[in-house]
């Protein structure tokens, strides 16, 4: 699904990325665990193909296409979905109308036939019902005024609906309570088919419990340092990043 | 190599501009150039009576000795009035026509224009009067007005059949010498529309107009006099097109509205005339005089606009607010991208009692485009417990693009209340970003968001117009981003 090799980002000329590899097959949820600063917003950035993220070497393959020749749009079309950590405003567009741009112009780009007003709001209401997202969230203007909580659901309500085939959520548990928690797990985990793959970002192990990953990876300073299965997490909770990423050195 | 790359995207990008196509059609001119003889020409061509060529003259007589305003942050090269045609009729216009007397090659334009002026238009309850360069050439749905007593007719026709109430009203709101715009106007306006609504009668269908200029070194010089009676209720929508040309056309237009007691118009325009190519060359300069009086008390005139065309725009429809309790509304959408320059905004004036006015202006710029909103709210003595509410918010797309309010206020009465609003955003690249991601192109992107910043105003707009309007903010932006 992913393959990721020796990969070098720089931003604004300083390297952030250096010299990462990670490879995530179908099926499989891969957690990516590191501190602060050590690179993992840069990671998903690049992966959705931000602007400003510039690639100095290094390669990434997605379904075995090179995915950096991709525009973030076609990346979106062909099925890579990020759950940002901060979701923005869009002040005047309501959130269905955005939906419904968004959905169309990602069937139009893969040659598939536009939804009609009435067929976007019943597959919305729908996923809705499942996230518990209130109606009237729809009838906002797009994350003006919602809470932490209510912006990190509408994320997962899109992400239910576009059907991604690599999903990418960046610190989606942050800001949220332990039933909202649970509900966006439910979420994700409602999607993991052998079709699809996840990777989650996450500071704490606390979203893992609920998404249970099949490898967890280390992230410091731009490489991935250490790698394991779910119980790395646990181990990283316990004593914190400063010592494992020590022992790894 | 780079150089053909350049010309075909050039090319490309001339393409947006759907409504650049000319027709061709054999035109009548008046000579060249700008005297007395030509205001006669025109007046005459038009079987005007006595007192109206007196009237035109007498405004001639005032432009020679006026001088073009200045204080508008626009620039342009001189203009020379005396280089240009004044008056340019398709050949074949039989004085009363029927739809089937229309040359058909005119007909065909407006199919392209998307306004047919066929029985069609009727199911969407949209009366149209299309000016294409000088003359009025079909009203559609005279009969059902005619029912109503509403009258609805090119002003050319207006001067002969009601003179009565076109002495009564032309030049009572835009004075024959209120500025220089105007007052050419007074003198060479070719046709434009009247619409008199009586007593009591809503309008049973939305009225428009579709203005056109097809010639090319031909100034358009419309008049729009609408008067609404006693309890009547009017809504007007404009809409503007023009050929692509290098050269610059004049066109310099006066709307003047009359609102008696307890009566309402809504004006509504979609000014899409051709803006010049992405590197400022040719575009129509626009320079236009609008402004509706609430004569009577109760009374209520809102204005619309939606502003994407025209290299050069200045413009500033107006409200006089005389009766008591009336109400002045001004929603205004002016987008400008590439080259384009507008100096929009509004006057209230508040003279009447317990009158209201209400201002929300959204400015788009783009490219190297300078945009300003300059507006002015003007309560005087006797206009005890006058209010106003002005909003501003000004868009900025890229680095090389301007935008500047320059908002005027005055009160001399104690008990008014004046409020003004106004803030200053970029598009911002999280924002642009998060619709790439999910799966949004960039132009649409663009188009969604400044949609959504300009959505009270489009609110404002009649129904199948603001659908349009949201496409024209799209395409008016393309290629601003990137």
Known sequence: MLEIKDLHVAVSGKEILKGLTLSIGSGEAHAIMGPNGSGKSTLSYVLAGRAGYEITSGSIRYRGEDLTALAPEERAAKGIFLAMQYPVEIPGVTTLTFLKTALNAQRRARGESELDAVSVLKLVRAKAAELKVPEDMLRRALNVGFSGGEKKRLEILQMALFEPKLAILDETDSGLDIDALKLVAEGVNALRTPDRAMLVITHY????????????????????VKEGGKELALELEARGYEEIVKDAA | MAAIETREKVAALGEKYKYGFVTDIEMERAPKGLNEDTVRFISGR????????????????????????????????????????????????????????????????????????????????????????????????????????????????????????????????????????????SAVFSDGTFVYVPKGVRCPMELSTYFRINASETGQFERTLIIADEGSYVSYLEGCTAPKRDENQ??????????????????????????????????????????????????????????????????????????????GEFYSIAIANHFQQADTGTKMLHLGRNTRSRIISKGISAGRAQNTYRGLVSVHAKAANARNYTQCDSLLIGHECGAHTVPYIESRNSTARVEHEATTSKIADDQLFYCLQRGIGQEEAVALIVNGFCKEVLQQLPMEFAVEAQKLVGISLEGSVG
């Not at chain 2, 001189?78 to 739809?99: C, F, G």
């Not at chain 2, 090659?105 to 009727?122: A, D, M, R, V």
């Not at chain 2, 325009?269 to 400022?280: F, M």
């Open chain 2, 250 to 327: 004049l066109h310099a237009a006066v709307v003047e509205l009359v609102a008696l007691d307890g009566a309402e118009i809504k004006y509504s325009t979609v000014q899409n005339w051709y803006p010049g190519d992405e590197n400022g060359l040719g575009g129509i300069y626009n320079f236009v005089t609008k402004r509706g009086d609430c004569r009577g008390r109760d009374s209520k005139i809102s204005w619309t606009q939606v502003e994407t065309g025209s290299a050069i725009t200045w413009k500033y429809p107006s409200c006089i607010l005389r009766g008591e309790n009336s109400v």
């Open chain 2, 46 to 185: 038009k079987d005007e009576p006595a007192w109206m060529l007196d009237w035109r003259l007498g405004a001639f007589r005032r432009w020679v000795e006026m001088r073009e305003p200045t204080w508008a942050r626009v620039r342009y090269p001189k203009i020379d009035y005396q280089n240009a045609y004044y008056y340019a009729a398709p050949k074949r216009t039989p004085q009363k026509q029927s739809l089937e007397e229309v040359d058909p090659k005119l007909l065909e334009t407006y199919n392209k224009l998307g306004i047919p002026l066929s029985e069609q238009k009727l199911l969407a309850g949209v009366a149209v009067d299309a000016v294409f360069d000088s003359v009025s050439v079909a009203t559609t749905f005279k009969q059902k007005l005619n029912e109503a007593g509403v009258i609805f007719c090119p002003i050319s026709e207006a001067i002969r059949d009601h003179a009565d109430l076109v002495r009564k009203y032309l030049g009572s709101v835009v004075p024959v010498t209120d500025n220089f715009f105007a007052t050419l106007n």
């Open chain 1, 205 to 224: 192990q606390r979203l893992l419990n609920y998404i249970v990953p099949d490898k967890v990876h280390v992230l410091s300073r731009g490489r991935i």
